[in-house]
């Protein structure tokens, strides 16, 4: 089994705040350039998306206007807790799972932790797969995410 991957940081807003920013600003601080299937195409996507609501779709509108599913929300605490099912250029039959909790942590500041599991469904590719979301989620919640919450 390989273990999940844990990444916590602190932002300066409430928990409501950097739920709605992680939601429903996704496109804003997403970087579409390279993080996006479209970027394996050479293009960077034109937005990411996330519906609101248990059993919306998390999705990519690539370069040229189509969609690509990255997966399916699985929970929805507006403020509090997020959680959705990760494949995105990959099967979706074998996805990960992403949970990301808002917890306040003093006067307008909030404790952000996003785990990403469920790497077994890889097998002897889950140590590559992890490595390279390791990385990518210090740069995408750790830079672009926290960047974003701070405007």
């Not at 970087?31 to 937005?47: D, Q, R, T, W």
């Not at 799972?97 to 996003?114: C, N």
């Not at 790497?119 to 830079?143: H, I, M, S």
Request: glycine share 10%; charged share 25%; aromatic share 12%.
């Amino acid at each position: 089994m390989t273990d999940p991957i844990i990444k916590t940081v602190i932002v300066n807003a409430t928990p409501e705040h950097a739920f709605d920013v992680f939601v429903n600003r996704i496109a804003k601080w997403w970087p579409l350039e390279g993080h996006a299937v479209s970027a394996s195409k050479g293009k960077p996507a034109l937005a990411v998306t996330i519906e609101p609501h248990v059993g919306g779709a998390v999705y990519e509108t690539m370069f040229d206007g189509n969609r690509s599913d990255w997966g399916k929300v699985l929970v929805f605490e507006a403020g509090r807790r997020l959680a959705f099912s990760w494949h995105p250029g990959t099967n979706s039959a074998r996805p990960t799972q992403v949970e990301v909790d808002f917890e306040s942590d003093g006067d307008a500041r909030t404790k952000v932790t996003l785990t990403h599991s469920g790497w077994e469904q890889w097998a002897d590719a889950a140590p590559e797969k992890r490595g390279g979301y390791d990385t990518g989620w210090d740069y995408v919640l750790g830079e672009c995410f926290v960047n974003e919450v701070s405007n």
